[in-house]
């Protein structure tokens, strides 16, 4: 494909200088790469600026490599060359067209939220396949379809290998694509040219400050995954589904009814008025069930997912079956059918009585979610086992560490990802958050399994830490290990190194003898 085919499709503002290339200097373009390590000979090298590295200073080991032209924010001269405004976006725009516009031909759902997108995007995928549609999943998980599934460096890949991974979806019979989208994603333009045809908008709380700086931004960036990307216009019928159980979803959804353009928006919520909502709702340890009303009709449902946050997950997923006109019954046995996500509120077996589990939950809200569940549904001492990831947003350790204490009988302070920072600093913010001076700070040595006075304890070694949890835990007593949830590793420094949570629990339950 020539170089000035794809620079048909940017728009004339994002050009820099002299534009469209010349006859002389338009080249076939064989492939297109970011990173010049992966370039190929005949291949376009686009530069762009990353979190550590910036891709201009590497425009000349890619031509080294082969690249025949380069798109950059500054000049290249003695090349083919488009100078840019914005790499990122020149990237997601040549890429779709690159790959044949792949998501015209797919119906693509697009799930955003500080909290539950993974859950309700399963949950779509599980109504969608129950429906018979040949569906694809890009999750925090991974990304999976036709029974591959691939490890996930990110959320919502960058714009180029979406639109790989897209094209390659279309070729191999995939009809519908479940996309969680990332507020990264949105401002870092990962889904520019992706063309959606329904968005969803679970919730927003407290995360990504170190990125966005403040709510507001973050909010903004949440927002325009409908106003600049599902209700911009062009060929499809879009619609979207709003959790208006939140407060910002409600704002969102009066704000859609101004700038849909006559797509429908599905509200969901405990309401009665919103779309789809739910009565009779029964949760235990086991799950939540119900009754949904929709405006096709009412149906019972036994999910096995457990707790109110999962309930407005499974809401998500029925505004998205009802938005794409699947049948009731098969929205109910997608619920139904649907074990649960990898990593969230997954559960240990164990012989030993006690109840164990692992979730994702490294955000305020989501921990406050969890321990709120399993407080409501489970008897006997709950312990949470928890830390905060380093480098990044520091704001919410306090706030962490506040709504831990508060709602666990016993806290164990550990590390998550400490990256470069040191662990004890991540968990002196954290514990900075403890404003009941009543609670009790207790030290490894001390024989907490009796104890009754709420306390914490501070082991920075997230290994010993889940055993200290199990060891305190006696039979009936809940054990929630917070924060990595399916993440198979941690990060110290430069190193990346094997931790899974679930082994860890699993181990120290077949050494616990009590």
């Keep these: 494909m020539k170089l000035s085919v794809l620079a048909q499709h940017m728009p004339q503002d994002l050009f820099r200088g002299v534009g469209m290339p010349s006859a ?42 082969g690249a025949s032209a380069v798109i950059s924010e500054k000049p ?41 997108k993974t859950t309700t995007t399963f949950l779509v995928q599980s ?23 691939f490890t996930n460096p990110m959320t919502t890949p960058e714009s180029l290998d979406l639109q790989n ?18 507020s990264h994603a949105v401002d870092l333009h990962r889904i520019t040219g992706c063309r959606m045809d329904v968005g969803v908008f679970t919730n927003l709380s407290k995360d990504h400050l170190d990125f966005h700086k403040n709510m507001d931004a973050y909010w ?30 409600q704002e969102l959804f009066s704000l859609l009814e101004h700038v849909s353009k006559g797509g429908p928006i599905f509200s969901i919520g405990a309401r009665n008025g919103y779309t789809v909502t739910h009565k009779n709702i029964r949760s235990n340890i086991k799950g939540v069930g119900g009754t949904i009303a929709t405006p096709s009709g009412d149906f019972e449902f036994a999910s096995h997912l457990a707790g109110n946050y999962n309930l407005e997950n499974i809401l998500c997923a029925v505004g998205v079956g009802i938005a794409v006109k699947i049948p009731l019954d098969a929205i109910k046995a997608g619920i139904e059918s649907f074990p649960g996500v990898p ?6 077996d164990n012989t030993k009585g006690k109840f ?66 040191e662990p004890m600093s991540i968990i002196s913010d954290i514990i ?13 040595e001390d024989d907490c399994k009796g104890a009754v006075k709420k306390g914490y304890i501070v082991d920075p070694d997230r290994r010993s830490a889940i055993t200290l949890g199990i060891q305190i835990a006696c039979p009936g007593d809940t054990v929630l290990i917070a924060g990595k949830g399916h993440e198979t590793y941690q990060i110290h420094g430069a190193q990346t190194i094997h931790f899974d949570d679930r082994e860890e629990a699993q181990q120290a339950l077949e050494v616990n003898d009590a």
Excluded: W
């Excluded at 990593?343 to 240990?348: A, D, L």
């Design 24 to 65: 002389e200097s338009d080249p076939d373009i064989t492939s297109i790469s970011y990173r010049s390590d992966r370039v190929k000979k005949g291949g376009l090298f686009v530069a762009i600026k990353g979190f550590k590295n910036d891709g201009h200073e590497y425009i000349d080991h890619a031509l080294s490599n």
């Design 76 to 116: 290249v001269p003695g090349v083919p060359a488009l100078e840019v405004t914005d790499s990122r976006k020149a990237l997601a725009l040549i890429a779709d067209t690159f790959f044949g516009s792949p998501s015209e031909k797919l119906t693509i759902i697009g799930v955003t939220g500080t909290n539950g």
């Design 127 to 149: 109504i969608l396949t129950e429906a018979g549609f040949n569906t694809g999943i890009i999750s925090t998980v991974d990304y999976r379809y036709n029974g591959n599934i």
């Design 165 to 182: 991974m897209l094209a390659d979806m279309l070729s191999s019979g995939i009809t519908h694509v479940v996309l969680e989208v990332s």
């Design 220 to 249: 903004t960036a949440k927002k325009r995954l409908f106003t600049d990307h599902l209700f911009s216009g062009g060929a499809k019928k879009t619609s979207a589904v709003i959790n208006c159980n939140d407060p910002r979803g």
């Design 343 to 348: 990593g969230r509120m997954e559960r240990i």
């Design 356 to 421: 164990v589990f692992v979730d994702y939950a490294h955000t305020p809200d989501a921990l406050e979610n969890v321990l709120k569940t399993l407080r409501s549904i489970v008897s006997g001492k709950l312990i949470c086992v928890f830390g905060c990831g380093g480098d990044r947003d520091r704001s919410k350790r306090p706030e962490m560490g506040k709504i831990a204490t508060r709602l666990s009988d016993f806290t164990i302070i550990t590390s998550d990802n400490p990256r470069t920072e």
């Design 432 to 444: 900075d958050g403890i404003e009941d001076k009543s609670i009790a700070e207790y030290q490894k």
